[in-house]
Structures are given as C-alpha cells and as structure tokens.
C-alpha cells in the first residue's frame, strides 16, 4: 500500500487525497459533457459542484468528528482524522441539503437535477474507496478466505489488525459503486425510474452499506452488534421508499 503518493519538499501528497479529488473531478467531466442533454448552464453547474464538494467534504468531516469525539478530543491532531476520516452520511445530507437550497435559488427542479447526477454518486464513491485502499481506512475484518490482505502497520488497518489477513472491504465498496454507476447510468439514458433515480440509488446503497458493514473491521458498534448505520437503516429505507414514491415526476418534490 502506498500512503503517500510522493513529496514535494516538507510537502507530501498522500494517495488517498488523489483519488478522492480524481473521483469528483472524472464524475464533473462526465457530468459536463451530458449537461446539454439536460438543459442545465455550465455556470450552475461548476457552482453546483464546488458545493457538493466543500459540503461533503464538511459534513463527512464533521460526522466522522462527532463519531469519535472521544479520540479526537484526546488527540486532535492525531493523521486518523486528517489524512481520510469521513462518514459517508454526513458529506450525504450536507450536501443534499446546501445543493437543494442552490438548486432552487436558480429555478431548477431538484428531481429533474438529481435525475441527471445521480450515475456520478456512485462513480466518484468507486474512485475514492480506492483512496481508502491504499491509506487503509475503511478496512475490513480478519478473515481466512484466500483474497485477505494485510496492512502495513502505519495504516489504520494494521494498527487495528497487525499483519492478520483481513477483508479488503474497500475494494469490495469500490466494484459495487462501480457497478451502480453503470447500472444508474443505463436506466437514466434509457428513461426508467425518471425523476426518482436518487432515492432508488439511496435505497440501494443504504441496503449494501449495511450489508458491508458486518465485515467492516471499523464501524462503530452501537447497541448489540449493530453498528451506527445499521442501527438506523430502517428509518432510511423508510425514508428513501417514501422518497421514492414522492418523486414521480419532475414535481414530485
């Protein structure tokens, strides 16, 4: 694994920054090769972008923050949570909410936007659990089977685990967003699911999360053997159904 990508002076530049920026970058590029298709500005569009990106980036930070208030209050400063360190849930609702309120400030239809986004989702989470692979977050548990991977002690994975084989769940997290982003993309071209695309990716990705979650060697458990997402992923598919059926057209919202 290859923490650090290479060094500029006392200037390092860390693999998984890389990957994260390459995720939201090649998702913008496709993004604004198709905005004509769907009748959106290139100038609202880079502004929508630069949002999603410093809200994601926030709320994930802060989420993460929150999550392990404990640890970060002992040790601040501690590489865990500045070199990676994000929940996916908060940098999801922060950014959903702050690009709702840009979305309607320029008279645009939030369902018909995120009907044209949503394929990017899961491309850029493709992109940048690969980022998690090579810092070693997002790791999974030890395990036997003959695809287990070991860490190098710096990582948080061998921190955790030491030198035990263990799930490489982010490449597991990485195949599947990859696959829902083909998957998302196919049925936005060819008209299915119109206007409803976003709360079928949110099903979808919540119900696998809590499924990769039981061999997540990370997760937070909260009561029993749940972890925190999994302790809460009835009320979101709950949402995200009532989501679904709301958005049947480009009113919905």
Known sequence: MYQILFKIGHFTIYTYGIFVALGFFLSFLLAW????????????????????????LAGGKLLFIILHLPAFLSNPASPEFWR??????????????????????????????????????PLGQAIGRIGCFFNGCCYGKPTSMPWGMTFP??????????????????????????????FLWKLRNHGYQKFRLFPLYFLIYITFRAL??????????LIGNLTVLQFFTPLLLTLG???WRKWKSEEGE
């Open 33 to 56: 090769k198709e905005k004509e298709n769907f009748q959106v500005e290139g100038e609202f569009l880079g502004n929508l972008w630069m949002i999603l990106i410093i809200a994601g």
């Open 84 to 121: 990676g360190g994000f929940a996916f849930l908060g940098g999801f609702f922060t950014a959903l909410l702050f690009a709702s309120i840009y979305i309607r400030k320029c008279g645009y239809s939030i369902p018909r936007i995120s009907y044209f986004l949503t394929p990017y989702i």
């Open 153 to 182: 002690l710096s990582s948080p994975a061998g921190y955790h685990y030491g030198l035990i084989p263990i799930h490489p769940t982010q490449l597991y997290a990485s195949v599947f967003n990859f696959v829902l982003f083909l």
């Open 212 to 221: 990769l979650d039981i061999l997540r060697g990370d997760t937070i458990i």
């Open 241 to 243: 159904f009532l989501w």
